[in-house]
């Protein structure tokens, strides 16, 4: 991209990368008031904020690909199974809730929900793409077989069958049509708060407004992933990486990763073009040459770890919770003994 068109590519690139980084915890996220923030933007529980400014690292490894990459914050993310695990066990019980007042609501037989991540903070495309092999046959195209089941087979119509009724969706949701709470249904029988969907999430939650992984865990993963990109050493790497794609093809600049390929109309065909291909495979390149992915994904786990020493009793509750949630899940789908 002309450099003149630098910065129309900068905000959609940028927002192309986070919503990958969102993409592993946005299916289970809680419903719960966000933690306060620290001046850096990563969560903490009450107190001063310990680190102020770059975090000191021990070392930085040599990384040319994220295969082998694990996060500090995945173990208190739930994986892709396992939020198709809560979410079908939520559909069973509100299957039953329904069924208990007289309505019918199967539940889903099809396959379990997944974002297309390999790990929970979706370190496949946390720093963008860094497989030299898929940048030289598809750019910046998602490769075949990692594009979400949910947004590839998403339906354009709404399946076949009756529409649910309004009395049916008042015993669902637990809301009048103006969205005020109902306390009962026409026949004036009580309804869960929540109604049948509030049932079921406090059935394995214990709260029918919180479900999968918690507000404090997103902010810990996005909120690394965030601060990261402002560190001095993530800025320097950016830079060299930048000089380095302007020495493979000048015509095009971009000021760090996040911003490549942007929004020129070259790259939004079906498949990724020569032009593209060639982007692609120097981005790729610059980033092994200049060690972006090790300096970048060691200082996104700094920024994790400060804020999990800030939180550790809550995520030890984080933890606790999960253990407790999946078990629910299981003894909901095992059914009736």
């Known amino acids: 991209m002309p450099a003149r068109r630098t910065h129309r590519a900068r905000h959609l690139g940028a927002a192309v990368i986070l919503l990958a980084v969102t993409a592993g915890c946005a299916q289970g996220q809680a419903a719960e008031a966000p933690p306060t923030p620290t001046p850096s933007g990563t969560p903490r529980a009450s107190g001063p904020t310990k680190v102020s400014g770059p975090l000191p690292l021990v070392s930085v490894p040599r990384m040319l690909d994220v295969s082998s990459l694990v996060l500090p914050i995945e173990p208190y993310l739930f994986t892709d199974r396992q939020v198709g695990r809560l979410f079908r066990a939520k559909a069973v019980l509100t299957?039953?809730?329904?069924?208990?007042?007289?309505?019918?609501?199967?539940?889903?037989?099809?396959?379990?929900?997944?974002?297309?991540?390999?790990?929970?903070?979706?370190?496949?495309?946390?720093?963008?793409?860094?497989?030299?092999?898929?940048?030289?046959?598809?750019?910046?195209?998602?490769?075949?077989?990692?594009?979400?089941?949910?947004?590839?087979?998403?339906?354009?119509?709404?399946?076949?069958?009756?529409?649910?009724?309004?009395?049916?969706?008042?015993?669902l949701r637990g809301l009048n049509p103006d969205g005020t709470p109902a306390g009962t249904d026409s026949r004036g029988r009580r309804l869960p708060v929540g109604g049948c969907q509030g049932e079921a999430t406090k059935a394995l939650s214990g709260d029918p407004d919180k479900l999968g992984n918690r507000e404090l865990v997103g902010a810990v993963n996005i909120g690394g992933y965030r601060d990261s990109q402002r560190d001095p050493r993530v800025v320097a790497v950016f830079r060299a990486w930048s000089r380095c794609m302007k020495r493979q093809n000048s015509d095009y600049v971009y000021a760090d990763p996040t911003q490549a390929p942007g929004k020129d109309p070259k790259f939004n065909g079906p498949t990724a073009g020569p032009a593209e291909l060639a982007l692609a495979s120097a981005d790729v390149s610059c980033k092994r040459e200049t060690n972006v992915i090790g300096v970048w994904s060691s200082v996104d786990a700094a920024y994790q770890r400060r804020a999990m020493a800030e939180n550790q009793r809550e995520l030890a509750a984080v933890k606790k919770d999960m253990t407790t949630q999946l078990a629910n899940a299981d003894r909901a789908l095992a059914g009736p003994r």
């Open 95 to 171: 299957e039953s809730c329904m069924r208990r007042f007289g309505h019918s609501w199967p539940a889903s037989t099809g396959p379990l929900p997944e974002t297309g991540t390999l790990n929970p903070a979706n370190t496949a495309h946390r720093y963008g793409i860094t497989d030299p092999a898929n940048a030289a046959r598809y750019g910046y195209h998602p490769v075949p077989g990692s594009v979400p089941p949910l947004v590839r087979n998403k339906p354009t119509r709404t399946p076949p069958g009756p529409r649910p009724g309004p009395e049916a969706m008042l015993v």
